[in-house]
């Protein structure tokens, strides 16, 4: 039994390796796989959300609006600057605070199935006024 469970693991694991059957697996495992899927998104928009803080820690600003699709590509990897249904995670900025974002399985912004991770900025939160 083990055995099976493990040829198991392994198939989807090396189904899950090609893009072609990634889509397949995707769209046949969704319903299965949501909950795990919507944590990897959660988990990696904090990782992304610690990284902003760190930079608005040293260096006193954040990414612009403008330069975000370069910014997530220069400090991650292809797939950790995407959800999990392939959207390049999104950026919004406003003067106290920055939001990360992830259209969510049916891709499209503004709908129910949308994360949005929002954090007072730093440096705002602190009362040490504008950089």
């Not at 995707?26 to 990696?44: Q, S």
């Not at 902003?52 to 006193?60: G, Y």
Request: charged letters at 30%; a negative charge.
């Amino acid at each position: 039994m083990g055995r099976v469970i493990l040829l198991v693991i392994l198939g989807l694991a090396a189904g899950f390796y090609f893009p072609d059957s990634r889509a397949v697996l995707m769209e046949k495992g969704e319903p299965v796989l949501r909950p795990m899927l919507l944590w990897n998104a959660e988990r990696e928009m904090e990782e992304i959300i610690a990284g902003i803080q760190v930079m608005e820690n040293v260096e006193r600003k954040i990414p612009e609006k403008r330069e975000w699709v370069k910014w997530i590509d220069d400090h991650y990897t292809s797939d950790a600057a995407r959800d999990p249904w392939g959207s390049v995670y999104g950026y919004e900025v406003k003067p106290d605070s920055f939001a990360i974002l992830s259209n969510g399985p049916d891709r499209v912004i503004n709908t129910d199935d949308d994360i949005r991770d929002v954090r007072i900025r730093n440096w705002r939160a602190k009362g040490q006024g504008k950089p």
